[in-house]
């Protein structure tokens, strides 16, 4: 009995999904319960598994786009095969494993074993492609449709004696020209691409610098460390003493934690705050809820779990949406200074940078401190100047006084 699995809905909002990444080999035989492939959407990523067993059939390649309700492939209910229980890596299905000790194409004399899609090895095949000179751009190096098509293209061009025109990721130019490589702007992409260029658009972007002397929280991680890995499972990092202080400066400049919405000003009286996280696949957001009333620890906690969750592409729509304030720490890649945008409809961002060993003058002398630059980006049209630097103070008094915030003071 053949079963469908179709493109679930992910959000009212979202009507497509692109294929991303298949897991699992079209023709291998599947249990229920199997993750068999990642669709991505223009906000987050999701694993698709498999609600039966059977032999896997593939009805889209990656990079399709597809409807919400489409079936992207067909699950052949039954038994595993007696003889193998799946079918081997590197084959497609039983009889492309037979062509390989056949010596027929699927072999690379390089590698003895690679991966090919049906699709493109029938265009391969048609075309009279040599798969051991291609290079798959799939999940796990698997050669997939365009691979093929790009080899396709290069037979047709002119010949080169560049070497890096001829790897099949490069786009063949005309003589003169330089090699380019050309690849489809995924769904996640262009939403980030459109939601950053609307925030400059539609808000008066404005940011204020300040500097932190990051004597103090480091001198109190070093103290209490041991002891708060031994009572909570996580270390005490610097994000968990940001978003606190964050928490203190709304309470100071109610402002900042407010957004405009028509001809209306709407003040929140939460502290739901966003820590961004980078990935592979782009920049993500997740919201740390209620930080006013979260441990250090918690919040240390939800950090990591957001992290681990946004790497392995199953953060969902809910964890992204909500936040008041934005927290960016572009410290962690050697950033210096930045001027980070607004998060809509967010009225304000703060960027951390990297920690560097710096001359101050304290006390009439010069000493050599370890400081941070601190950047705060606000929208203009709800944020004065005067706020924006009291909001940006606050910060700094209380990162380098960090007891206080452990006591509440």
């Keep these: 009995m053949s079963h469908e699995i179709k493109i679930p809905s992910v959000g009212e909002s979202i009507t497509s999904a692109t294929l991303g990444t298949w897991h699992k080999q ?37 990079g399709d786009e597809l409807d919400i309700g489409a079936a992207v492939a067909g699950i052949e209910e ?27 194409d699927e072999t690379s004399p390089a590698s003895g074993d690679f991966k090919v899609t049906p699709v493109a090895k029938k265009i391969a095949d048609e075309e009279g492609i040599d798969l051991s000179q291609v290079t798959g751009t799939g999940a796990g190096g698997k050669i997939t449709k365009s691979d093929v098509m790009g080899a396709t293209q290069q037979l047709a061009a002119p010949e080169t004696s560049s070497p890096a025109l001829a790897t099949p990721a490069a ?30 658009h539609e808000a008066a972007i404005l940011s204020t610098f300040n ?5 103090n929280i480091m001198a109190l991680r070093k103290r209490v460390q041991e002891d708060f890995v031994a009572r909570h499972g996580v270390k005490l990092g610097f994000m968990s003493f940001f978003i606190k202080a964050v928490v ?41 809820r209620d930080c006013d009333r979260k441990s250090f620890a918690e919040i240390e906690q939800s950090i990591i ?93 209380c990162l380098e006084n960090p007891e206080r915030m452990l006591v509440g003071a």
């Design 26 to 62: 079209d023709g291998e035989y599947v249990k229920a319960g199997e993750v068999i492939l990642t669709i991505e959407t223009d906000k987050i990523s999701t694993e698709l598994e498999s609600d039966k067993s059977g032999i896997l059939k593939h009805l889209a390649e990656e």
């Design 78 to 104: 039954g038994e595993a095969p007696a003889d193998t229980g799946n079918v081997e890596e590197g084959a497609s299905d039983p009889g492309e494993k037979e062509q390989e000790n056949s010596g027929g």
């Design 171 to 200: 786009v063949s130019k005309p003589s003169g020209e330089k090699p380019t490589t050309r690849k489809k702007m995924s769904p996640l992409r262009k939403k980030i691409a459109t939601h950053l260029v609307n925030a400059q």
């Design 211 to 215: 500097e932190c002397d990051m004597t």
């Design 248 to 288: 203190e400066a709304l309470k100071a400049v109610p402002s900042v934690n407010a957004q405009i919405e028509g001809d209306e000003i709407v003040e929140n009286h939460f502290y739901d705050i966003g820590v961004a996280v980078g990935t592979d696949k782009g920049l993500f957001v997740p919201v740390v």
């Design 305 to 397: 779990d957001y992290a681990n969750r946004a790497r392995e592409g199953k953060i969902g729509l809910e964890d992204l949406q909500g936040g008041v304030f934005t927290i960016t720490n572009g410290g962690i890649y050697g950033s210096l200074l930045s001027t980070p945008i607004l998060n809509p409809p967010q009225s304000g961002i703060l960027g951390m940078h990297s920690i560097q060993q710096r001359p101050i003058a304290l006390d009439g002398e010069v000493v050599i401190r370890p400081m941070m630059y601190l950047a705060l980006s606000y929208d203009h049209r709800i944020v004065d100047g005067k706020e924006a630097v009291t909001f940006l103070v606050r910060i700094k008094d």
